[in-house]
């Protein structure tokens, strides 16, 4: 399984991005998907996630309201759209995929199996 994270850029502040994670050897619609990220000296945190059967959609608080997270069963992406972008949002973000989480747990980096190789998003004031 290969998971690829990509659309990351410099944007100021208020703009927005949208991230997209593509996946070969496994299917999203049968899986949880998460993003987080990480910025230097931070620890990685969930950012966003969507269950597997796309029912759920959990957000952390600092960005409900501005990031969507949605999956494009055609393409086996799972996207993270980001809006009214802050200069704290600016992190390597990275995509995870799992296919045993249980929705208690899809906050937790080390309940998923996979990962990409992460995007960098980084917002100027």
């Known amino acids: 399984v290969q998971l690829q994270a990509s659309g990351g850029g410099l944007v100021q502040a208020g703009d927005s991005l949208r991230l997209s994670c593509a996946a070969s050897?496994?299917?999203?619609?049968?899986?949880?998907v998460g993003w987080f990220r990480q910025s230097p000296g931070k620890e990685r945190e969930f950012v966003a996630a969507i269950f597997r059967g796309g029912q759920s959609l959990i957000y952390t608080d600092s960005v409900k309201g501005r990031f969507a997270i949605s999956r494009d069963a055609a393409k086996n992406t799972v996207n993270l759209q980001m809006d009214s972008l802050r200069p704290e949002d600016t992190a390597v973000y990275y995509c995870?995929?799992?296919?045993?989480?249980?929705?208690?747990?899809?906050?937790?980096?080390?309940?998923?199996?996979?990962w990409g190789q992460g995007t960098q998003v980084t917002v100027s004031s």
């Open positions: 995870a995929a799992g296919q045993r989480l249980i929705l208690s747990s899809v906050r937790n980096n080390q309940a998923y199996s996979y």
């Open positions: 050897g496994l299917t999203f619609r049968s899986a949880t």
